[in-house]
């Protein structure tokens, strides 16, 4: 194994640079080595990038989607050996506050988050505590294994909103997580899922994915066809995974979620909303925050090695590491075509 490798820095919003530096040591006898070797780009790349992450400081290493292989382990590691494929948790932390010890670890007090406030995967190699790695089965194509981190948030958002079959669900943005809680209502078996974008690409893409109604927010009335769909009933459960300045009160109007529904917004966008007292409580909804996952990496990956997953066309855009510049140009001068990037190390 070669002596040095090459790493993505983000110095500070707008300013990138590949440096040359030394493959890092195991720091204990807990820790692996792993070579990486695909690496997914979120939306929360392109904010750190642009300066737009609230979670984010520089000098950064972005990159928290990371599935690579095992290329030495620590004395004590027993649950991964050298050679294994492996999936990268995103987060660390302390096992002992309030929140880690009622199993909501995704919001543990002391969290760290790779590629946001901790060192992320664009680089060739990094390590980890052996316990924030697991196995994945070299069935799963490297640029399927990338998407177990996304595919996990779709499951803890919906095991959040209490997603059950007889639900009607309403998904605000069909880019990647939309498409992927799209797939994952379906999968809990939902009749009746409602997607709703600006882009008919995206909503051609839904409709493959399973979507039973599209709206085009561009051309329709929202409200309108919410309740045309419904008998004028509204939608029990609304996901925000668009995620721009309004878009919660937009989800929150009267007329899309019913009473004693449910709203479940994912971003972290700083804006102030529109949000009134009467809003929530003239119709009793939950608002239900979510962030990241907790403990769905594992059966994630069980699904993406039974192959449950429509992957087909979640990731558009693969890029090698060598030429990890055109993620950046992509993220300076977005192409609609490009809907979730993938870096592929070479």
């Given amino acids: 194994m070669k002596d040095t490798m090459k790493e993505v820095v983000v110095v500070e919003p707008h300013k990138v640079e590949v440096r040359e ?86 919001v543990c007090e002391h969290v760290k988050v790779r590629g946001s406030g901790a060192d992320g995967g664009w680089r060739e190699y990094f390590t980890a505590p052996a316990n924030e790695v697991y196995k994945i089965n070299e069935s799963v194509k490297w640029e399927d294994a990338a998407l177990v981190e996304p595919y996990a948030i779709g499951a803890h958002s919906t095991t959040r909103g209490r997603v059950v079959p007889e639900d009607v669900v309403f998904i605000l943005g069909t880019g990647t997580i939309g498409s992927i809680i799209l797939q994952t209502c379906k999968a ?105 996952s907790a403990f769905q990496f594992e059966p994630t990956i069980k699904r993406m090695e039974n192959h449950e997953f429509q992957t087909e066309g979640i990731a558009t855009t693969f890029i090698k590491f060598s030429e990890i510049e055109k993620v950046f140009d992509l993220m300076d001068h977005p192409d609609p075509s490009a809907k979730k990037m993938v870096i592929m190390f070479d």
């Fill in 188 to 292: 809990k078996g939902c009749k009746t899922v409602i997607c709703c974008d600006i882009d008919d690409s995206s909503l051609e893409r839904a409709k493959g994915y399973g979507a039973d109604y599209v709206i085009n927010s561009k051309t329709e009335d929202i409200v309108a066809r919410v309740q045309e769909i419904t008998n004028n009933k509204g939608v029990t459960i609304a996901f925000d995974s668009a995620c721009f300045p309004g878009s919660l009160t937009m989800c929150m109007q009267p007329g899309i979620i019913c009473n004693a529904g449910r709203m479940v917004p994912l971003g972290f966008c700083t804006a102030p909303e529109q949000i009134t007292q009467a809003m929530i409580n003239q119709r009793e909804i939950d608002i239900i925050g979510t962030r990241m």
């Fill in 21 to 106: 530096v030394e493959i890092p040591e195991l720091a204990n006898e807990d820790e692996v080595l792993i070579q990486m070797k695909s690496a997914g780009v979120c939306g929360s790349d392109h904010h750190i990038y642009h300066g737009l992450n609230p979670c984010s400081t520089y000098p950064r290493i972005p990159g928290h989607e990371n599935a690579g292989i095992v290329k030495k382990i620590g004395k004590n590691v027993t649950n991964v050996k050298v050679g294994d494929h492996v999936i990268v948790d995103l987060i660390s932390t302390c096992g002992e506050c309030y929140q880690c010890k009622i199993g909501r670890k995704n």
